[in-house]
């Protein structure tokens, strides 16, 4: 059904999902008290630093559809995969957060199904 590399739980914001993706950790979702705005954030690790990158290509050029309300950030730290979400609403905040997860779950679907990344 899935590899051991891609089967674990997904841990976000303390409940216990069961998911044949990754272990992922996401702080629980919080207000900047400054300026009003929701902020979440989460953390893939990968097996590896190369399909860490191989996943953050495939998912940062996916820009946000609305010009303003809600911004995104990518970026690969050793074999972990980090993303910083800020928005002025709610709705806005899950529904990126609800594509993301979709599109995440495509990637390492398909480098499951590819098998391991090949070192250059």
């Known amino acids: 059904m899935c590899s051991d590399l891609y089967c674990s739980k997904i841990v976000t914001s303390g409940v216990f999902l069961l998911s044949t993706t990754t272990n992922m950790a996401a702080s629980e979702g919080e207000t900047n008290h400054s ?63 609800n594509s993301f997860m979709d599109h995440l779950s495509l990637v390492m679907e398909t480098m499951e199904m590819f098998g391991p990344a090949v070192p250059l």
Do not use: C, M, Q, Y
Not at 44 to 52: C, G, L, N, T
């Open 35 to 97: 300026d009003g705005r929701l902020e979440f954030s989460l953390d893939v690790p990968f097996p590896s630093s190369r399909e860490a990158v191989i996943a953050l290509n495939s998912l940062s050029p996916d820009r946000e559809p609305r010009k303003g309300g809600i911004s995104k950030h990518l970026e690969v730290t050793g074999s972990t995969l980090s993303v910083k979400w800020s928005a002025d609403e709610a709705r806005i905040l899950r529904v990126s957060v």
